[in-house]
Nanobody, 124 residues
Framework: QVQLVESGGGLVQAGGSLRLSCAAS????????MGWFRQVPGKEREFVAV????????NYADSVKGRFTISRDNAKDTVYLQMNSLKPEDTAVYYC?????????????????WGQGTQVTVSS
């Protein structure tokens, strides 16, 4: 089993920044594609960003491209989401997830492991 724990969420005003972290347990962390998703009340969980096992390939939702950056440090078993120029519509619970697929995927059902989520609130 892989355990994922997110941290770094909080309250920030529009235009501000937050850095989310996802700490993973397990000796095979580096073998997993890692993704970030978010969810707001009344909506399905939404893809945000994904990074492959080596960190050499990333992909982003159009809504966050140019503002968010996903990265990973396999030596620390940690994946990050740097969020800049935050907007009120970025308000959500953010989840990190791990997929065994060797390429980045955007579909929730293709991820095997999930963190507990961390709340991000962006004020107007």
């Amino acid at each position: 089993q892989v355990q994922l724990v997110e941290s770094g969420g909080g309250l920030v005003q529009a235009g501000g920044s937050l850095r989310l972290s996802c700490a993973a347990s397990g000796r095979t962390f580096s073998s997993y594609t890692m993704g970030w998703f978010r969810q707001v009340p009344g909506k399905e969980r939404e893809f945000v960003a994904v990074i492959n096992w080596s960190g050499g390939s990333t992909n982003y939702a159009d809504s966050v491209k140019g503002r968010f950056t996903i990265s990973r440090d396999n030596a620390k078993d940690t994946v990050y989401l740097q969020m800049n120029s935050l907007k009120p519509e970025d308000t959500a619970v953010y989840y990190c997830a791990a997929s065994p697929l060797p390429y980045g995927v955007r579909t929730v059902r293709l991820y095997d492991y999930w963190g507990q989520g961390t709340q991000v609130t962006v004020s107007s």
